[in-house]
């Protein structure tokens, strides 16, 4: 599916103008977080390398790894006419911190985050710009992403699968994040007007920042959809390789700080609401965890039909006794 998609991206480029590289229209700050992950890291950099829109700068941020592979990979984006910055911090500071710190590097008017395992189509920013530039009415907008589910083996990435990851996704909801998050930070282009004005990402949140974000965004703006899959996801579902678990994702390898800060968020936004006497975040993303864990049922009681449909069908003994028990 991902192939096909950009082979017919490929075979339409007259219609987004592609024999001359979009240079003009605001600037786009680009903010990669990485430490010690160069084969992720040199990933990066082509897809930051291959977009079509060019009026764009490249913010890494060196969270406490070693310097010397990002300097390298930042020398060779200068050599393909890249407009990249590299911060290094001497100390990790996290992942929120590095994003805050990443956006102060730079002055563009739109942002992104695009993490060192993630990329993008390569019409991704001349798509979600275009977006804003024609919908002035949002501060952000979001593509549909693939996720890619890959391993890591002998210093390599292999392949798993790729498949839709929310192919559904046609219009952003506030009510809806507040149960889950529907969309991930390589998707999502935003203002830094918007940015500035929920005050950026919470520095105090290992995990589940971009959600705290985004419900934060949605409080005071709407966020556009672009319905293509434009940005890849990418989970590594297994890691082969002595010395490299930092190469994990944070919802794989990480699941049990994401079950855990999860009912922090949640609860530190009800007792604002608790505190201030209003209607707010924290009543919505409590009733969002109650739907959520509706629907969790809901799902397995499917799965559980289905099941019993299966196995009246083999075994007829089931239809007996769903008729006396019925």
């Given at each position: 599916?991902?192939i096909?998609?950009?082979q017919?991206?490929?075979?339409?480029s007259s219609r987004?103008?592609?024999?001359?590289?979009?240079?003009?229209?605001?600037?786009?700050?680009?903010?990669?977080?990485?430490?010690?992950?160069?084969?992720?890291l040199?990933?990066?950099?082509?897809?930051?390398g291959?977009?079509?829109?060019r009026n764009?700068q490249?913010?890494?941020v060196?969270?406490?790894?070693?310097?010397?592979?990002v300097?390298?990979?930042?020398?060779?984006?200068?050599?393909?006419?890249?407009?990249?910055?590299v911060l290094?911090?001497?100390e990790s500071?996290?992942?929120?911190?590095?994003?805050?710190?990443?956006?102060a590097?730079?002055?563009?008017e739109?942002?992104?985050?695009?993490d060192?395992?993630?990329?993008?189509h390569?019409d991704?920013?001349?798509?979600t710009?275009?977006?804003?530039?024609?919908?002035?009415?949002?501060?952000?907008?979001?593509?549909?992403?693939?996720?890619?589910?890959?391993?890591?083996?002998?210093?390599r990435?292999?392949h798993?699968?790729?498949?839709p990851?929310?192919?559904?996704?046609?219009?952003?909801?506030l009510?809806?994040i507040?149960?889950?998050?529907?969309?991930p930070?390589?998707?999502?282009?935003?203002?830094?007007?918007?940015?500035?004005?929920?005050?950026g990402?919470d520095?105090?949140?290992p995990?589940?920042g971009?959600?705290?974000?985004?419900?934060?965004?949605?409080?005071k703006?709407?966020?556009?959809?672009?319905?293509?899959?434009l940005?890849?996801y990418?989970?590594?579902?297994?890691i082969?390789?002595?010395?490299?678990?930092h190469?994990?994702?944070?919802?794989?390898?990480?699941?049990?700080?994401?079950?855990?800060?999860?009912?922090?968020?949640r609860n530190?936004?009800?007792?604002?609401?608790?505190?201030?006497?209003r209607i707010?975040?924290?009543?919505?993303?409590?009733?969002?965890?109650t739907?959520q864990?509706?629907?969790n049922?809901?799902?397995?009681?499917?799965?559980?039909?289905?099941?019993?449909?299966k196995l009246?069908?083999?075994?007829?003994?089931?239809?007996?006794v769903?008729?006396?028990?019925t």
């Amino acid at each position: 599916k991902v192939i096909d998609f950009i082979q017919e991206e490929r075979s339409s480029s007259s219609r987004h103008n592609r024999a001359s590289l979009r240079r003009e229209g605001r600037k786009v700050g680009v903010v990669t977080r990485t430490k010690d992950r160069p084969i992720l890291l040199n990933r990066a950099l082509e897809s930051v390398g291959h977009q079509t829109y060019r009026n764009l700068q490249w913010i890494i941020v060196n969270d406490g790894g070693d310097p010397e592979p990002v300097q390298e990979i930042a020398a060779r984006a200068k050599a393909r006419n890249i407009d990249v910055k590299v911060l290094h911090n001497p100390e990790s500071l996290g992942m929120e911190a590095a994003s805050n710190r990443g956006v102060a590097a730079t002055d563009a008017e739109l942002l992104v985050i695009h993490d060192d395992d993630d990329r993008w189509h390569k019409d991704f920013l001349l798509y979600t710009t275009s977006f804003l530039e024609k919908n002035p009415s949002y501060e952000g907008v979001v593509t549909q992403s693939m996720r890619v589910d890959e391993i890591l083996e002998n210093g390599r990435i292999r392949h798993v699968r790729s498949y839709p990851y929310n192919p559904g996704l046609r219009s952003i909801y506030l009510v809806d994040i507040a149960q889950v998050n529907k969309f991930p930070p390589i998707s999502f282009l935003f203002t830094r007007k918007a940015y500035e004005v929920i005050g950026g990402f919470d520095e105090d949140l290992p995990v589940l920042g971009d959600w705290d974000f985004n419900l934060r965004f949605l409080e005071k703006f709407d966020i556009g959809v672009i319905p293509k899959p434009l940005a890849f996801y990418h989970h590594r579902v297994s890691i082969r390789d002595d010395g490299k678990q930092h190469y994990g994702n944070t919802v794989i390898h990480g699941v049990d700080d994401h079950v855990k800060y999860d009912a922090l968020v949640r609860n530190k936004l009800l007792r604002q609401d608790l505190k201030e006497g209003r209607i707010g975040l924290g009543w919505l993303v409590t009733h969002g965890r109650t739907a959520q864990m509706a629907q969790n049922k809901l799902n397995q009681l499917y799965k559980n039909i289905e099941l019993a449909k299966k196995l009246t069908q083999k075994f007829p003994f089931f239809d007996l006794v769903k008729r006396w028990i019925t």
